[in-house]
């Protein structure tokens, strides 16, 4: 079963959705999924130190869980076949596949075919992956913003987020906006977003304008829903921005990560503590600007984008800070951000 060009990926697919009854169309397309599926499995280190993923009479376990994930995966009913994947290109007005560009429909089918697998991959092992860890981690803290409010329900364990301008009061009847329509604003709001923080906010400028009670949203539907928006739209293993190495070049999770842990090290060893020791900050700015430069590469990482530097400035100091930035804290905390950025493409570059 060896590795395929995209051209010809391409036209499996293509053949696949004009013709899925086909038997002759199948075959090709379930070995395109499983060479997908089984190489991603295999870029996972963590299945390794699961037990029941050890090898086991000579043979690969994740053979056995590729083909488990694509049974749900491309699971029919009696009026639909393939339900996951056609009702997926639907959600996306692609209804006939003859007059589309065949690389974008490869690219879109990637995206979803990840996605899935990383939602079995939960569901299997009760783990999250690591992307997935990220997004939720970088959305609470977003929402500790004072642009935001957090309420607990009548049930008193139910917590709701809302703009800060809408806040309620503990114990409130809120009417919130169902999940089918919640991942429709999500996935609108992710699509025209640059940054994680952009796409949040514009997430709470849609629910307030709904038409039921603006801007209350479960905490737990909002985590749920971001996490699947990202899975249908971020392939797995992809780099983001495209400035930097990407995963055809042989990059992975673990590079990515040994980088920065090393390119943070240094910041603060070389970057941070002498700037204590001149006296140009103190100990606290200094662990305040560390938290600050690592969401910065987590977004240049794992988002579309970067905010501008202030807004990671703003992010981690106290609201009496913000209007001195220019005067008392440009210089050092920009010198580190661009310090901490230049060595870790350094490691990246250093690894392919």
């Known amino acids: ?53 050890q ?33 997926y290109f639907h959600r996306h007005g692609i209804t006939t596949f003859r007059d589309v560009d065949p690389d974008k429909l ?33 959305f609470k803290d977003i929402l500790k913003g004072d642009t935001f409010a957090v309420f607990k329900g009548p049930d008193g364990s139910t917590e709701f987020f809302c ?31 640059y940054t994680r923080k952009a796409w949040c906010h514009a997430i709470f400028e849609a629910l307030d304008q709904e038409e039921s009670e603006p801007g209350c949203v479960k905490k737990h539907e909002l985590l749920s829903a971001v996490v699947t928006v990202q899975s249908r739209h971020v392939e797995i293993n992809e780099l ?8 055809d070049q042989g990059l992975m ?8 842990k090393q390119a943070l090290r240094r910041l603060n060893e070389q970057v941070l503590a002498p700037f204590v020791e001149k006296g140009s900050l103190t100990a606290d700015v200094a662990e305040r600007y560390a938290l600050a430069v690592k969401i910065y590469l987590l977004d240049m990482v794992y988002s579309p984008g970067v905010d501008l530097l202030p807004a ?10 913000h209007a001195r930035y220019l005067d008392h804290y440009k210089y050092t905390f920009e010198t580190a951000i661009r310090t901490v950025e230049e060595d870790f493409r350094k490691q990246l570059r250093k690894l392919l």
């Open 240 to 247: 983001m921005p495209c400035s930097l190495p990407g995963a």
């Open 1 to 53: 079963m060896g590795n395929g060009t995209k051209g010809d990926d391409s036209k499996t697919l293509v053949c696949f959705l004009e013709r899925a009854l086909s038997r002759k169309a199948f075959d090709p397309f379930f070995k395109l999924c499983y060479r997908y599926v089984r190489g991603y499995l295999g870029s996972l280190g963590y299945l390794r130190a699961k037990r029941y993923l």
């Open 163 to 193: 703009s800060a301008k809408h806040k309620r009061v503990e114990g409130e009847n809120c009417v919130c906006v169902s999940y089918e329509r919640l991942l429709e604003i999500v996935e609108d709001a992710f699509l025209y977003s």
């Open 106 to 138: 490869l690219t879109m089918f990637r995206s979803l075919l990840f996605g899935f697998t990383r939602q079995e991959l939960v569901r299997i092992t009760g783990e999250e992956d690591h992307q997935t860890e990220i997004l939720k981690r970088r």
């Open 253 to 260: 999770f673990s590079d990515v990560e040994k980088a920065m």
């Open 312 to 321: 990671y400035f703003r992010e981690v100091m106290p609201e009496s800070e």
């Open 55 to 87: 090898p086991m009479d000579n043979r690969d376990p994740l053979v056995d869980l590729s083909i488990d994930i694509l049974g749900f995966f491309l699971r029919s009913t009696r009026d639909q076949p393939y339900i996951v994947v056609f009702d």
